[in-house]
C-alpha cells in the first residue's frame, strides 16, 4: 500500500511571496490533515478535512492560509504572503475513517515525509 | 485545552531501558498514540493503547496508561541506537481530531 505522498520535501522562499504544497493521502482514506510543525515542537493541526468538507479549520491563519480537497482525493495547502514565522515542516496525514466515527473505533493516522519550509 | 505534555530529552546507554512520559488533557479522549520521528522524517506510529486498557505490551514496548492521572508512558526495553528518534504522544479526541505532545528528544549511547 503507497504511503501518503507530499511535494515539494523542501522549498525556500522569501517573506512576501507565495507557496503551495501537495499532498496524496493514502487512496479511500476518508479524512485528510494539516498539521505545521516548528522546530521542537510537536505537530499543531492547522485543518482537517473529510471527503472534500472542511471539519475544523479553526488553527489556520485565514489571512494567509488557504487548503482545499477537491474531489476529496488529493488537497493542496497554500500560503499567501509568507511570513519569517511560518517557517516549518508542514505536515500532511489521513485516516482511513470519518470524522463521524464513534470514538471508540480506532483510527491511526498517517504521516507523510512532510514540506519543509524556509522563508527567508 | 489541546497542551499534550512531555518531557523534552532523554539520554540512555544502550541495552537499558527507556521510560518516556506524556500528561494528556482530554479525560474523554479514547485513544491514545506513540509515534516516532526519526530525523527528516514523518510520524510513524509505534503503538497505541485504547483507554478502558492499564498496560499494552508489544514486543520491546510497553504502554502503560493512568487514566485517573491522565498519564501516559512508553518503556523501551534493551534500548538500541536506532531507537534513537523524537517519540510523541497523542490524544485523539471526537471527530478523529488527533492532539501532540511537544515530543521527547531519545538519544542512545553507545
Known amino acids: 500500500e503507497a504511503g501518503v505522498a507530499q511535494s515539494p520535501r523542501y522549498k525556500i522562499i522569501e517573506k512576501r511571496q507565495s507557496v503551495a504544497f501537495w499532498c496524496n493521502p493514502i487512496s479511500g482514506h476518508a479524512t485528510l490533515y494539516w498539521y505545521q510543525q516548528i522546530l521542537g515542537q510537536g505537530p499543531k493541526l492547522l485543518i482537517q478535512f473529510q471527503n472534500n468538507g472542511v471539519v475544523d479549520d479553526s488553527q489556520l491563519p485565514k489571512d494567509r492560509f488557504s487548503a482545499e480537497r477537491l474531489k476529496g482525493v488529493d488537497s493542496t495547502l497554500k500560503i499567501q504572503p509568507a511570513k519569517l514565522e511560518d517557517s516549518a515542516v508542514y505536515l500532511c496525514?489521513?485516516?482511513?475513517?470519518?470524522?463521524?466515527?464513534?470514538?471508540?473505533?480506532?483510527?491511526?493516522?498517517?504521516f507523510g515525509q512532510g514540506t519543509r519550509l524556509t522563508v527567508v | 485545552g489541546e497542551d499534550v505534555e512531555q518531557s523534552l530529552f532523554l539520554s540512555v546507554r544502550e541495552g537499558d531501558s527507556s521510560v518516556i512520559n506524556c500528561t494528556y488533557t482530554d479525560s474523554s479522549s479514547t485513544y491514545l498514540y506513540w509515534y516516532k520521528q526519526e530525523p527528516g522524517a514523518g510520524l510513524q506510529l509505534l503503538t497505541y493503547?485504547?483507554?478502558?486498557?492499564d498496560m499494552k505490551q508489544d514486543q520491546r514496548l510497553t504502554v502503560l496508561l493512568n487514566k485517573k492521572d491522565k498519564h501516559l508512558s512508553l518503556r523501551i526495553a534493551d534500548t538500541q541506537t536506532g531507537d534513537s528518534a523524537i517519540y510523541f504522544c497523542a490524544e485523539k479526541h471526537n471527530f478523529n481530531k488527533f492532539y501532540f505532545g511537544s515530543g521527547t528528544k531519545l538519544n542512545v549511547k553507545p
Open positions: 493503547i485504547f483507554s478502558n486498557m
Open positions: 496525514a489521513s485516516s482511513p475513517r470519518g470524522s463521524g466515527l464513534q470514538s471508540w473505533v480506532n483510527t491511526e493516522a498517517f
